[in-house]
């Protein structure tokens, strides 16, 4: 009966962020600036893949996946922190909160699948390279991607639908700067050890790409050590140091913000600046650009 009166919670509060008055303005341009890179930078990746005839195999293929998931990864989080920063208000609604856990964990595993995807592709490259053409197929590869997209959300359904049906009766301030499983589930007013299932469950799919990739890059430096020729020794080294590094930094990201933020922008920024092709790519859309720009300029 004491449960029945009790008041619903409708809404969350992040307590985490400052107050316009005391300076998050100071916050809000460098994330804000941030984020801009990051949709930009990540777009152009994509778009150089699709439009660029000489990036279309499995390895750029993969990259664009990735980057084009690193843009919705970010809209995710960050246009709501944004809001929070210059809002008095600095809340957000029960199935809003529900809908942001569900696309930002989505999203983060699908990226995790794709990275792994990546590491298979690039074995097979080095380690088999005679018979990298008949595997690593153009239809294999848009099965992988749809695959590792479909078990990515299928994966997180369960449990937000449960956590959907669980009660919020306060309070309701979440201690995080956006809305994730631990902070919510510690506010519903019910026992939530249930969800030890799903996170045992996260934790085998984490540990098994953690795996499968780490096992693929030692391999493949063990394969790049033997190849006698100093120069193509290099060019692989080159091929795949983008790869292991944006691997280092998204499993390696402990800090919800480093997670979410920082790992998604140093994405384009180790794709354009490491990669000849890629950066050749960029230059003719940016180019093709300019061009329409002014002949639409000239006709005005």
Same mark, same amino acid.
């Given at each position: 009966m004491a449960q029945e009166n009790q /008041?619903?919670?409708t809404e969350f509060y992040f307590s985490d962020f400052p107050q316009f008055e005391k300076g998050s303005l100071?916050?809000?341009i460098p994330l804000f600036?941030?984020?801009?890179?990051?949709i930009v930078g990540n777009f152009m990746i994509f778009f150089a893949v699709q439009l660029d005839a000489c990036l279309h195999n499995p390895m750029y293929h993969f990259i664009s996946i990735f980057s084009f998931l690193e843009i919705w990864y970010t809209t995710v989080t960050i246009p709501k922190m944004l809001s929070n920063l210059v809002s008095k208000e600095k809340t957000?609604?029960?199935?809003?909160c529900l809908l942001q856990m569900y696309f930002f964990h989505s999203l983060?595993? /699908?990226?995790?699948l794709v990275l792994t995807v990546m590491a298979i592709d690039r074995y097979v490259a080095i380690c088999h390279p005679l018979r990298y053409a008949t595997i690593m197929t153009p239809r294999l590869c848009i099965q992988l991607s749809a695959g590792s997209s479909i078990f990515g959300f299928l994966m997180l359904l369960p449990e937000i639908v449960w956590i959907s049906t669980l009660p919020f009766c306060g309070p309701n301030q979440i201690h995080q700067l956006f809305c994730d499983f631990e902070p919510v589930l510690r506010l519903a007013?019910?026992?939530t050890s249930m969800i030890l299932i799903e996170d045992v469950i996260h934790a085998i799919s984490i540990v098994t790409s953690v795996c499968i990739i780490t096992l693929s890059y030692l391999r493949i430096i063990v394969v790049i050590l033997r190849i006698p020729s100093g120069k193509s020794r290099q060019k692989a080294f080159s091929t795949c140091a983008a790869h292991i590094t944006i691997f280092l930094l998204f499993f390696g990201s402990a800090i919800a913000l480093m997670f979410a933020v920082l790992a998604p922008l140093f994405n384009p920024?180790?794709?354009s600046l490491r990669?000849?092709?890629?950066?050749?790519?960029?230059?003719k859309i940016l180019f093709l650009c300019s061009q329409k720009t002014f002949s639409v300029s000239r006709s005005q």
């Open positions: /008041t619903m919670v100071l916050f809000f600036l941030i984020y801009v890179f990051i957000i609604s029960f199935t809003g983060g595993v /699908t990226e995790g007013c019910t026992d920024i180790i794709y990669n000849k092709d890629m950066k050749d790519a960029i230059k």
